[in-house]
């Protein structure tokens, strides 16, 4: 029994989340593979060797992979599950992950487990359900497993320490059946969302974009916070579509997660509740936030944060 994961990096390091991947996959048991498919992704590969745990590091080079491009990636790893007899596939559950991941397994004509939380056996997994308000037991017969994994379900493992081997693999021939044109990313100094050890985020209560600026921006510089937001607030434009955590926004667990003027919409819990520890400001004493927050705060965040900043 092996499995392959399939490792998420910028070609120079590797994303965070391919270690929670990795933690995954030694659970199932038996050997772990994993695959860095780049455009001089040669550093990636050999970071790759150091994760706990791995015990080979197959790289595919070519410019075809230079953006991680869906049509290619899947193409080299269903290679890959044809050559190394794998009898899992990991993929992290992000952007990236869930686009590649169901073009893989409808190629296998197999069923995919999605966003897997923990691993009861090499064939049983867990996974939430309804916001995360149930968890589903998937037990899975097909003979090649393709799975995501839900990055805070695990904890990372060690980014050194291991030992395995690079070994080149030929790269397809790419296809052409997409292209790169051009990323447009927003910059931003701060920590990325999903990998950031705290977060600050603000609802709909903050009232306007600049309110939001104002007055949470002051408390994520004191914390060295990523800041984040809930849907409400997104949709008001309040806050830019890549702060939304939620459902259907970015799924987080950091050590500290201090949510202002949040009520706790179960869309929110959803992708929050996870964290290690959650704090709650909120002058609404029956706000849902207050059942998950560790400390609550009833209070105007107005005047909470604030003093909070002035005593940090």
């Known amino acids: 029994m092996t499995t392959l994961v399939i490792a998420e990096h910028d070609n120079a390091s590797l994303k965070g989340a391919t ?23 040669g550093a990636a590969a050999q970071a790759a060797t150091q994760i706990s745990g791995v015990t080979q590091v197959l790289h595919a080079e070519a410019p075809a992979f230079a953006h991680a491009l869906a049509e290619a990636v899947a193409a080299q790893v269903l290679a890959q599950v044809a050559a190394g007899g794998y ?17 893989v397994a409808a190629r296998l004509d197999v069923g995919q487990v999605s966003d897997i939380t923990a691993v009861i056996s090499a064939d049983t997994f867990e996974r939430p359900i309804y916001a995360g308000n149930a968890i589903a037991t998937v037990q899975s017969a097909d003979a090649v497993k393709v799975i995501t994994v839900r990055a805070t379900g695990f904890d990372p493992v060690a980014a050194v320490g291991g030992t395995a081997s690079v070994t ?39 009232g306007s974009p600049d309110k939001f600026n104002e007055v949470l921006m002051p408390l994520a510089d004191k914390l060295g916070a990523a800041l984040g937001a809930s849907r409400a607030a997104v949709d008001a ?17 950091p050590q500290l997660y ?19 520890v959650i704090v709650a ?32």
Request: glycine content about 10%; hydrophobic content about 50%; aromatic content about 6%.
């Open 19 to 41: 270690f929670n991947t990795v933690a995954a996959a030694l659970k199932i048991g038996g050997e772990v593979h994993v695959l860095v498919a780049g455009h001089e992704a």
């Open 87 to 103: 009898t899992h596939v990991l993929f992290a559950a992000t952007a990236s992950g869930k686009n590649i991941a169901p073009r």
């Open 168 to 206: 080149v693999v030929a790269a397809l021939a790419d296809a052409g059946k997409a292209s790169f044109i051009r990323s447009e990313i927003a910059r931003n100094d701060r920590p990325e969302l999903t990998a950031a050890k705290i977060i600050v985020s603000g609802g709909r209560a903050l």
């Open 237 to 253: 434009g309040y806050a830019p579509n890549d702060w939304q955590v939620g459902q259907t926004g970015k799924i987080v667990a």
């Open 258 to 276: 201090v949510a202002c003027g949040i009520s706790g919409a179960i869309q929110h819990l959803a992708g929050m509740k996870d964290s290690k």
């Open 281 to 312: 400001i909120n002058k609404d004493g029956e706000a849902p936030i207050f059942s998950v927050a560790d400390y609550g705060l009833e209070a105007d965040l107005f005047v909470a944060v604030p003093e909070l900043v002035a005593a940090l």
